[in-house]
C-alpha cells in the first residue's frame, strides 16, 4: 500500500493513502490469537468486543455502499422520519469511514510505501510518520474506552419510544476507534516501511499558505501527477488557510 506523508502548512503533516477495495478491507477483523485467549481480558474481548466490532464493520461497509449508491443516483431518498434519520447517520458513518481509510487498512498490511517530500531525509519522514501514528494510536484507545462506556449507559434509553439512535450512534463510534487504533498499533509494530522521495509533495508546502481558491487550482495538476482520485479534496480540507 502506498502511503503519502503529505505538508499542509507550518511544520504540520497528514497520512494519506487511497486504496479501492476499502469495503472489504473495513468488514475484516481479525479474531483473538490463542495468547490473548488465554487471559480474562483476551477472553472478554473474544467474546464481547470483537463479535461486536465485527458487526459493526459489516454495518458499516453496507453503510458505505448505501452511500455510493445514493451519490450515484441508484437509489431513492428514504421515506419515513427513522428512515431519513438512518440515511443521514447512514451518511455521517461514511464520511468517518473516509476519514480512517488510512488507518483501517494498515491493519491487514505487511509492508508499505511512504512516500515523504523530497526536501526531507527519508529517516526524519518516517519518523514523522511514525510520531503521527503513536498519535493517533493514544488518541483512538482513549476514545474506545469512552464510546464503550457511553454506548452501555446508553442502554439506560431503551425506555424511550422509538429506535434507539444513541446506542447506534456509539455503536459505530466504539468500532471505529477500536479498528483505528489497531491499524495504528500495526502500522508500528508490524508494518516494514519503504521510504520514497516525492517532488510532488514538496511542491505542496507552498501551496498549503494560499487561499481556499488558488489552493485548488494549484492541488489538481498535483493529485493527477500523483494519480490519486480524492487527493485534492483531502488536501482542500486539511491544508492551512
Known amino acids: 500500500m502506498d502511503v503519502y506523508l503529505v505538508p499542509i502548512g507550518r511544520g504540520r503533516h497528514e497520512l ?16 483473538a ?18 463479535p461486536l466490532v465485527q458487526r459493526a464493520a459489516a ?55 511512504l512516500f515523504h517530500p523530497d526536501d526531507t531525509p527519508s529517516d526524519e519522514g518516517t ?4 510520531a503521527a501514528l503513536q498519535r493517533d494510536f493514544e488518541r483512538h484507545r482513549l476514545w474506545f ?13 431503551f425506555l424511550v419510544p422509538g429506535p434507539n439512535l444513541l446506542a447506534y450512534y456509539f455503536f459505530f463510534r466504539l468500532a471505529g476507534h477500536y479498528m483505528s487504533m489497531r491499524g495504528a498499533r500495526h ?3 508490524a508494518v516494514q516501511w519503504t521510504p520514497r522521495p516525492c517532488r510532488e509533495l514538496t511542491d505542496l508546502r507552498a501551496i498549503a499558505a494560499l487561499p481556499a481558491p488558488d489552493r485548488a487550482a494549484r ?5 493527477e501527477a500523483l494519480g490519486l482520485e480524492h487527493f485534492a479534496t483531502f488536501f482542500n480540507r486539511v491544508a492551512a488557510v
Open 59 to 113: 454495518a458499516i461497509a453496507e453503510a458505505e455502499r448505501e452511500w455510493h449508491e445514493r451519490q450515484a443516483g441508484r437509489l431513492e431518498e428514504p421515506e419515513g422520519r427513522w428512515g431519513r434519520a438512518k440515511a443521514a447517520m447512514r451518511a455521517w458513518i461514511a464520511e468517518k469511514v473516509a476519514e480512517q481509510r488510512l488507518l483501517w487498512h494498515l491493519r491487514t498490511q505487511d509492508a508499505c510505501t
Open 219 to 223: 492541488v489538481r495538476p498535483i493529485a
Open 16 to 31: 494519506y493513502c487511497e486504496v479501492h477495495d476499502e469495503t472489504e478491507a473495513a468488514v475484516d477483523v481479525a479474531p
Open 127 to 130: 519518523s514523522v510518520m511514525r
Open 33 to 50: 490469537d490463542a495468547a490473548s485467549g488465554s487471559t480474562f481480558m483476551g477472553r472478554m474481548k473474544a467474546r464481547f468486543i470483537t
Open 145 to 157: 474506552g469512552l464510546n464503550v462506556l457511553f454506548f452501555i449507559l446508553s442502554g439506560l434509553t
Open 187 to 189: 502500522g508500528l509494530d
